[in-house]
């Protein structure tokens, strides 16, 4: 047996607000809409905040660690802490700022600053994180 509730003209039962049954398919589909569309709000916000606390921790802040390692330049490597002001020493550039940073972003500044061919050559990851 197939259940087809909108088989008779269109109405099935509903519920207001006084507990009277009321039999209409406009009010129904209403209904539905607004807590289909309250989930999908729901869930975007708590995926939105999560994404937001992944991304925003993703920088580099004052207190992490960062290892430094050129290729073909063991003098260059080496681990650096981030200071108070989001700067880190790098041997031969001196400070440099990188707080507020990605490590991909920290790594293309640092390897400028370096001369462009060190690009290929440098990697910057983020050791410890200060919690």
């Known amino acids: 047996m197939i259940i ?5 003209g269109g109405r099935i039962p509903v519920t207001d607000a006084n507990g009277e049954q009321t039999f209409t ?3 129904f589909l209403v209904e539905l809409t607004i807590v289909v569309l309250v989930f999908i709000v ?3 916000v708590l995926c939105g905040a999560a994404y937001c606390l992944i991304v925003v921790r993703a920088q580099i802040a004052p207190g ?7 290729e073909g330049f063991p003098d260059l490597s080496g ?3 981030v200071d108070g002001a989001g700067h880190i ?4 550039i001196g400070m440099v700022r990188v707080s ?3 490590a991909r972003e920290a790594e293309a500044l640092i390897a400028e600053l370096l001369g462009g061919a060190m690009r290929t050559m440098l990697e910057v990851r983020v050791e410890k994180r200060k919690p």
């Open 42 to 44: 729901a869930v975007s």
């Open 4 to 8: 087809r509730p909108f088989a008779r």
């Open 89 to 92: 020493r790098v041997r031969e």
């Open 64 to 70: 992490d660690t960062l290892s430094l390692e050129i």
């Open 100 to 102: 507020g940073m990605s």
């Open 25 to 27: 398919k406009q009010r």
């Open 79 to 81: 681990v650096a802490r």
